[in-house]
């Protein structure tokens, strides 16, 4: 059997959103985790130092590599500082998963004008500049790179609200632009499309009942965690994925492959079938 190395061994990673609005493991911070585990040095940025220190200290205990930087990605002057730090510690940068995303309620009867900047400005604005000042020194240091943009199901389906799943639509539109226009640089841009997954964002609003609904409404029938969104993001990020760019990566159970009306059917069928 070959000795197994870590899959991002040598690399260096930006992780932005790398904590959790709140108690458990959000997808930011079980991406940094992950690409720690795997090898990387990581750049665990968050608005919030206090969350990017909680995931540093997970970071830490298994032994990792990572250092904290506070940063709001939708300003600008941040997001060059930002990878001004990973260059600085680190002497390199390889790859950037833009994982902030904040969602605000409404149709358009209700948004407010403020609530729909907002949105957009930290879903979408955010990748624009994070991805403008890595792009160069990836170039640079690493010849290439792989930037991962986290989307959702809500960018491929009318989901909830207006403003989020606008602007999720968005992050699918640049990423495919992104991918196109840099894949002669060899930086390699990638969309995941996370399903209903129970994180922190999500947990204050759910009970038992709405958890066993949601996971039942999928085909595979089973519940996501962050730790599925950061496998996705760990192979987005590893050379393994070396001929992947420009897609959208649905990590949802399945949710988006059926509509509701076969899915009674096939629920049904299979209910109807004896058991083996
Ligand atoms: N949880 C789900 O079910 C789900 C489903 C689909 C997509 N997503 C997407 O996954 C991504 C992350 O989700 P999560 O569960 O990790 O969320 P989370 O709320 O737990 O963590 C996001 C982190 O981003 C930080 N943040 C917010 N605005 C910021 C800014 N302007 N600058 C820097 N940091 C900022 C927050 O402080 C927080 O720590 C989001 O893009 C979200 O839209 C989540």
New binding site residues.
């Given amino acids: 059997m070959p000795e197994r190395h870590p899959r991002l061994e040598g690399k260096v990673a930006i992780v ?7 108690p458990g493991v ?5 991406t940094a985790v992950l690409f720690a585990r795997e090898g990387a040095k990581v750049l665990v ?4 130092i206090e ?2 220190e909680e995931t540093l200290a997970m970071i830490r205990e298994e032994g990792g590599e990572a250092s904290t930087f506070q ?4 300003n600008a002057d ?1 997001c060059r500082r930002m990878v001004e730090a990973a260059v600085e510690r680190y002497g390199r940068l390889d790859i950037l998963d833009n ?5 605000r309620r409404g149709t358009v009867l209700e948004v407010s004008e403020d609530d729909w900047d907002y949105v957009m ?3 979408v604005k ?1 990748i624009v500049l994070t991805s403008r000042y890595a792009i160069p020194p990836m170039i640079e240091t690493s010849g290439g790179g792989s930037i991962i943009n ?5 960018g491929l389906r009318a989901h909830s609200s207006t403003p ?1 799943t606008t602007s ?1 639509a968005a992050v699918i539109g640049l990423t495919m632009s992104m991918a196109a226009d840099h894949g002669h640089d060899n930086i390699r841009v990638n969309c995941i ?10 947990a204050p609003r759910m009970d038992d009942t709405l958890r066993e609904h949601r996971k039942n409404a999928t085909p595979l029938g089973t519940e ?1 965690t ?1 730790w599925d ?1 950061a496998a996705a993001a760990l192979y987005l990020a590893s050379d393994d994925a070396r001929w992947v760019t420009g897609v959208v990566l649905p990590v949802d159970a399945g949710l988006t492959l059926v509509t509701p009306a076969t899915y009674v059917t096939i629920a049904q069928q299979q209910y109807d079938r004896p058991s083996a």
Wanted: glycine content about 16%; proline content about 4%.
């Fill in positions: 932005t959103g790398a904590g959790s609005s709140g959000g997808n930011g911070k079980a940025v968050d608005a919030f969350r990017a940063a709001n990605v939708t941040d994982n902030v995303g904040i969602s400005a930290v879903n955010s986290i989307s959702s199901i809500a989020y999720k499309a996370p399903g209903l997954v129970y994180t922190p964002m999500v996501g962050a969104i």
